[in-house]
């Protein structure tokens, strides 16, 4: 299958560069497939940044990336509208958001009004700047990294832009014998910025497009409305998986079937998809009347929703 060869050439070219990550990097490549936008949190140093760089570097696609601080402006991501005394009308200069791909490293260091300005983008794949709009050119996926919520000067995501991302992922740290493996060849490994391209622009779209022909059959559609049911009648969350969060798992798990070899979903694509698509969507219970979401929290919730409901054969 020519689609498996060239997915697995772009997940061995980001493993070359990316080491001990396998889970995480498959799920960004499935992200990918399935026209989403993913978010990585984890503390500093743990390669989030390098994982964006690497994917973004094995495809022939345009790259921004927009470094988040505290007085970054909306208009520093969309562009700006400068007057032009010559032509006597006013000229749109374009941000980085008109990229195919985006990096929003650090993205929870901004004020909720900055991270807003991305939701537009995310959702409808355009941007309005002075009551204009801007078609975004496919394929476009963000990628944002953001420190634990503890970390100071870190804001946390308003609901609204969490449900817009796809997948979490959370890096964790390198097992022992990864980790020596990168202390030992860290000298000789090429960069992440280094990569060169294993698809093109063309082949991304390609992907996509065959990602919607994958098959779902009606009995694994309810099992994923068994799941999100479950989390709405959960006495352990206070906000389950809203219908968006059905569609998105659905086509994340078309993502990750195609992406093993195969044109049709099987159950385990959707229970290994279950806690990434879903842990953030969702808001733990609490005594205190605080409902405070973390996806670090709710994971074990999703996880032991997913192994209570009957798998269909």
Do not use: W
Request: aromatic letters at 6%; charged letters at 25%.
């Amino acid at each position: 299958m020519k689609s498996h060869r060239s997915l697995e050439a772009l997940r061995r070219n980001i493993e070359s560069v990316i080491i001990g990550k396998s889970e995480p990097i498959e799920l960004a490549v499935i992200t990918l497939l399935a026209r989403g936008h993913l978010l990585i949190e984890d503390v500093p140093g743990v390669g989030k940044t390098s994982l964006a760089y690497a994917l973004a570097q094995s495809l022939s696609l345009s790259f921004k990336r927009i470094q988040f601080t505290n007085d970054i402006l909306p208009t520093d991501i969309t562009g700006v509208s400068i007057y032009n005394q010559k032509e006597n009308r006013f000229h749109f200069n374009k941000g980085p958001i008109f990229s195919n791909l985006v990096l929003a490293d650090e993205i929870n260091r901004s004020s909720p009004r900055t991270q807003s300005e991305l939701l537009e983008a995310m959702n409808e794949n355009q941007i309005t700047v002075d009551n204009t709009t801007y078609e975004l050119e496919p394929p476009f996926m963000v990628i944002a990294t953001q420190n634990p919520i503890e970390s100071h000067g870190a804001f946390p995501l308003p609901e609204s832009q969490m449900d817009r991302f796809m997948m979490y992922v959370s890096m964790g740290y390198p097992a022992e014998a990864d980790e020596r493996r990168l202390l030992r060849t860290f000298s000789t490994r090429p960069a992440a910025r280094e990569l060169k391209p294993v698809l093109t622009k063309a082949d991304v779209i390609d992907l996509q497009k065959q990602v919607d022909q994958v098959k779902i059959e009606p009995v694994l559609t309810d099992y994923v409305l068994s799941l999100i049911t479950a989390s709405r009648q959960s006495k352990h969350l206070s906000l389950g998986v809203s219908p968006r969060g059905g569609l998105i798992l659905q086509q994340a798990a078309r993502a990750r079937a195609l992406l093993h070899g195969r044109t049709y979903c099987i159950p385990d694509d959707i229970k290994q998809l279950a806690v990434p698509v879903l842990c953030h969507r969702v808001i733990p219970e609490s005594r205190h009347g605080a409902h405070k979401r973390s996806a670090a929290d709710t994971a074990p919730i999703i996880l032991d929703i997913v192994e209570n409901q009957e798998v269909p054969v």
